[in-house]
């Protein structure tokens, strides 16, 4: 009985599997096809008609053309491919500089209205793109930072969700580790950097995965803030793509998502300790 | 713990001003000031900025537009998250008790986060297009065809992008909340002769009341999300079903009703300010317990 109850649970997460991961299959096999079998199987799609559309499981005629052709002409692709990774990069580093040492003094150094401050942080932190679009959007206008990349960098590095999930990884070093430290005669500084960062490091990656992930994937901001069609980032030229180029668009989308997968493959573990600890459990 | 405050206290705190106040000022600069800004600017007119009391407002609530976008935001909330927050513990219920195989599921699960929107856009175009593949296997089955960017259809679209999406990241939460159940809740349960049923149901969901009452509040600030599946698939003019809250913001933009935007920008915070506040009881009564 046991055994059986069993084998349909295990059917039930395989057919579900299965299922999510055909879009992912899905694009994958499309940068791998040619441009004509791409037209005959989607051609359907941009013409109205009763003919329906297909998609093999395996490309008839496996290729690398497309890949080849973004990869080595398409200029425009690596202009935006480089936009996307300017911004994430951008984002990462200005949250390093600037985030760490802010979460490290909310977890570990005597604050006035700590508990204020980090009220207001977590606010923030929970307020979506909708709300906080038009007040950015004044502010960036102000400084003249509009269509450049610092208008999509510098909101996203002064976000106060990585402040507070870093804090809450400091917050779990044990205090005797400090206080020894202390006692050694340790400075504040000396702390910070030879305790604090390494013992937060795993904190820092979860987090640092989690903004990366979030960085690459950027929509709204770029769309709202970006006039410049030479600054835009690879999310928002996919859309665009029609029949005539889908196989440079299926090619280009397997490379934007070539880094995102390699990074949750060999790092899932920090990334499920990160979401575990944004519900606010550790 | 005295010795430590009397030390040197000074150094300690301008230690704590180097390291807090960079931040610190950049989010006063980026987000409380212009909050501020917007607050104010929602009392006055779009050109000229004369004070104009409540007429923004008002103007915004009887607009239609608004309207549907927030009926169709909250019925996207309303079907999305009970069903998010539903599935994923049933299916993080039924990993875990399949040890052998779970590390991998859970993986494939939680896949679809890392999925940047815009490489499967294609994907789902060719997969909800009248005639798309969806649809294809549907006239295989001898059902009709449904036309999901035209109709109705399009809201479930979103939900299923959402689930897609979101299932892997709830169904952590979850497991985390069951690993925080004492392993002797259930050694007890089990030496009074519980059945695995009564366990789930007596112990099991009782004790995971936090994590569901976080989850929920979650699940309602990452839905402002979807807009993104929505945009990359139909565009700033979908149907009417999937209006959200984003394309209105969006359109009113290109226009420069930014007096509509404050207004409707001071209403959405109020509401989220109250989920917020929700969302603060359950992590405090979390950290009691």
Known sequence: MKTVKKGVVLAALLVLSVLICYPIWFAVTGAFSSQWELEENLSPLFSIGQEMAAWPLLPEAPTLRSLVEVLLDSPGFFSMFWNSVAISAGILLGQLLVDIPAAWALARLPIPGKKAILTAYIVLMLMPFQVMMFPQYLVLDDLHLLDTLWAVILPAVFSTFPVFMLHRFFQAIPQEIIEAARLDGAGEGRIFLWIGLPLGAPGVLSVAILTFLDSWNLIEQPMTYLKTKSLWPLSLFLPEITLPDMGMGFAAALLMLIPALLLFWNCQEYLERGIALSGGKE | ?289
């Open chain 2, 1 to 289: 713990m005295k010795k430590r405050k009397c030390s040197h206290p000074n150094i300690q705190w301008s230690m704590a001003a180097v390291f807090l106040l960079p931040h610190m000022a950049g989010v006063l600069c980026f987000a409380l000031l212009p909050m501020v800004q917007v607050v104010v600017r929602s009392f006055q007119s779009a050109v000229g900025g004369n004070w104009v009391g409540l007429k923004n407002y008002l103007t915004v609530w009887n607009n239609d537009a608004f309207r549907l976008a927030v009926s169709n935001t909250a019925k996207f909330i309303l079907v999305c998250v009970p069903v998010l927050v539903g599935v994923s513990l049933i299916l993080t219920v039924g990993i875990q008790s399949l040890p052998a195989v779970s590390k991998h599921i859970r993986s494939i699960f939680l896949m679809p986060m890392a999925i940047p929107a815009a490489s499967v856009v294609l994907v789902w175009k060719a997969l909800f297009h009248d005639n798309g593949l969806l649809n294809h296997a549907l006239l295989n089955m001898g059902a009709d065809t449904v036309a999901w960017m035209d109709s109705g259809a399009a809201f479930w679209m979103l939900v299923i992008s959402y689930l897609w999406k979101n299932l892997g990241y709830t169904m952590v939460l979850w497991a985390a909340g069951l690993s925080a159940i004492p392993q002797s809740c259930y050694e007890a349960a089990q030496v009074d002769g519980a059945t695995s049923r009564q366990i789930f149901f007596w112990i099991t969901l009782p004790n995971l009341k936090g994590t569901a009452y976080i989850l929920v509040v979650l699940s309602v600030l990452n839905s402002f999300k979807v807009f993104r599946e929505a945009w990359l698939v139909a565009g700033d003019y979908p149907d009417q079903s999937m209006y959200l809250l984003q394309h209105l913001y969006n359109n009113w933009f290109r226009e420069l009703d930014f007096d509509k935007i404050a207004a409707a920008g001071v209403m959405c915070s109020v509401v989220i300010l109250l989920l917020i506040g929700m969302l603060r009881r359950a992590w405090d009564k979390e950290d009691g317990e």
